[in-house]
């Protein structure tokens, strides 16, 4: 059992940076496999980005690899989705997700953890 909360959301011109968090309640947050998901209006919710317990393996989207690096801290049960180079497509509600694991995987029907989202909105 693991509660998270996404952090970091916010308005951005094109071009620019976010770095969202997403912190559990626990203190074996390195258990869990973490990945950032998004969803725009109208859209179906999209995988993003996906990191191992140990920091080790990662997976990316086709669409932000290259601007978007996830990592984590295990000290401060956080994740964390640092996203460079912004772009108006990018504009979502991020969510964090969270699955004992150990696969790293984009599916989203393998994630049983979830927070409630933060905005990101991206202007041209």
């Known amino acids: 059992q693991v509660q998270l909360v996404e952090s970091g959301g916010g308005l951005v011109q094109a071009g620019g940076s976010l770095r969202l968090s997403c912190a559990a309640s626990?203190?074996?947050?390195?258990?869990?496999?973490t990945g950032w998901f998004r969803q725009a209006p109208g859209k179906e919710r999209e995988f993003v980005a996906a990191?191992?317990?140990?920091?080790?393996?990662?997976h990316y989207a086709d669409s932000v690899k290259g601007r978007f690096t996830i990592s984590r801290d295990s000290a401060k049960n956080t994740v964390y989705l640092q996203m460079n180079s912004l772009k108006p497509e990018d504009t979502a509600v991020y969510y964090c997700?969270?699955?004992?694991?150990?696969?790293?995987?984009?599916?989203?029907?393998?994630?049983?953890?979830w927070g409630q989202g933060t905005q990101v909105t991206v202007s041209s």
């Open positions: 626990g203190r074996t947050f390195s258990r869990y496999v």
């Open positions: 990191i191992s317990r140990n920091g080790g393996s990662t």
């Open positions: 997700a969270a699955r004992l694991g150990p696969a790293v995987v984009p599916r989203e029907d393998e994630y049983d953890y």
